[in-house]
Nanobody, 123 residues
Framework: QVQLVESGGGLVQAGGSLRFSCAAAGRTFSSYTMGWFRQAPGKDREFVSRIRWSGSLTKYADAVKGRFTISIDNAKNTVYLQMNSLKPEDTAVYYC????????????????WGQGTQVTVSS
């Protein structure tokens, strides 16, 4: 059973930074794709970033490119999302996701999901 446990959300002022962690357990993730998504109130869940466990195939949504960085610590089985220069429009529940295939940007492509963590960016 794959388990994804996120941490690191909270309240931050515009221009600030946060770092999310997603601790993965239950499988050997070496061939997995890990993704970050977010969902704001009243909106669909949207792609933020993804990375292969090898560290390759990193992608970012245009809205976060240059501000967010995804990374993996293999020793800790953890995926990170460093978020800098946060904006009020980044306010959302952020989700970690995983899939055993090489998958892209649609949430339906990912089989496993974390519980979500709230980020609120005040102006």
């Amino acid at each position: 059973q794959v388990q994804l446990v996120e941490s690191g959300g909270g309240l931050v002022q515009a221009g600030g930074s946060l770092r999310f962690s997603c601790a993965a357990a239950g499988r050997t993730f070496s061939s997995y794709t890990m993704g970050w998504f977010r969902q704001a109130p009243g909106k669909d869940r949207e792609f933020v970033s993804r990375i292969r466990w090898s560290g390759s195939l990193t992608k970012y949504a245009d809205a976060v490119k240059g501000r967010f960085t995804i990374s993996i610590d293999n020793a800790k089985n953890t995926v990170y999302l460093q978020m800098n220069s946060l904006k009020p429009e980044d306010t959302a529940v952020y989700y970690c996701a995983a899939d055993s295939d090489v998958v892209g940007f649609h949430p339906l492509s990912y089989e496993y999901w974390g519980q979500g963590t709230q980020v609120t960016v005040s102006s």
